[in-house]
């Protein structure tokens, strides 16, 4: 059973808005980690928080993380066209067994 | 190589054929995964190997399905007896590093895309 669940699925946009997109997991993690898939593509790392940290910035990318409601954030600001893509985030206790989410589809409108 | 290959992209077969999918890693990465991804769902943990040997196959669906890495860089998975509910992306993923309290990312590899008629 998958245990990150993001939410929304589905988010569309117009681009240089910003887009947030959450996950929530069951159980207690040591990290979480972000990751990006172009439409039959592979996975791209975006983004690790551990679970000692509580926010973190790359880029135009923000992703925070409450263990104590044991959810995570991700938000993109400026949304671009190029930004289109799944969202999945992933947990991990000791980072052997990665466990991903169904994921968010973002479409963002030029 | 530079990244993680699969081979090959795409496989179609016919239901209670045998398949083998093969995973490059990038090189010098000890830990090595694999996922199954169904059209608009995350990827599904299959098996997830620390050098030679599987730490983890709680994910492999049932024993039609095998995976092996022989010498702790390349990793074949197997499929025997293909059913058309095995039809999905097979996607393979590297780290560096291993054990407790070491965290790192996922490199994925593009997938195989398994079709069974």
């Known amino acids: 059973s998958q245990q990150g669940e993001e939410d929304p699925q589905a988010l569309s946009i117009q681009e240089g808005e910003n887009a947030t997109m959450n996950c929530s997991y069951k159980t207690s993690i040591n990290n979480l980690q972000w990751y990006r898939q172009n439409s039959g593509r592979g996975l791209v790392h975006l983004i690790l928080?551990?679970?000692?940290?509580r926010e973190k910035h790359s880029g135009r990318l923000r992703v925070t993380l409450d263990t104590s409601k044991k959810s995570s954030s991700l938000l993109i600001t400026a949304s671009r066209a190029a930004d289109t893509a799944s969202y999945f985030c992933?947990?991990?206790?000791?980072?052997?067994?990665?466990?991903f989410g169904p994921g968010t589809r973002l479409s963002v409108l030029p | 190589g530079a990244g993680v290959s699969q081979t090959p992209s795409n496989k179609v077969t016919e239901k209670g054929k045998y398949v083998e999918l093969r995973c490059d890693p990038i090189?010098?990465?000890?830990?090595l995964y694999w996922y199954r991804q169904s059209l608009g769902q995350g990827p599904e943990f299959l098996i997830y190997?620390?050098?030679?040997?599987?730490?983890?196959d709680s994910g492999l669906p049932n024993d039609r399905f095998f995976a092996v890495r022989p010498e702790g860089s390349v990793s074949t998975l197997k499929i025997q007896r293909t059913e058309r509910g095995d039809s999905a992306v097979y996607l393979c993923?590297?780290?560096?590093?291993?054990?407790?309290?070491?965290?790192?990312?996922?490199?994925f590899g593009e997938g195989s895309r398994l079709t069974v008629l």
């Open positions: 090189s010098g990465h000890t830990a």
């Open positions: 190997f620390q050098g030679t040997g599987a730490a983890d």
């Open positions: 992933a947990t991990s206790r000791y980072g052997q067994n990665f466990v």
């Open positions: 993923a590297s780290r560096r590093g291993s054990g407790r309290g070491r965290i790192g990312e996922l490199f």
């Open positions: 928080i551990r679970s000692n940290e």
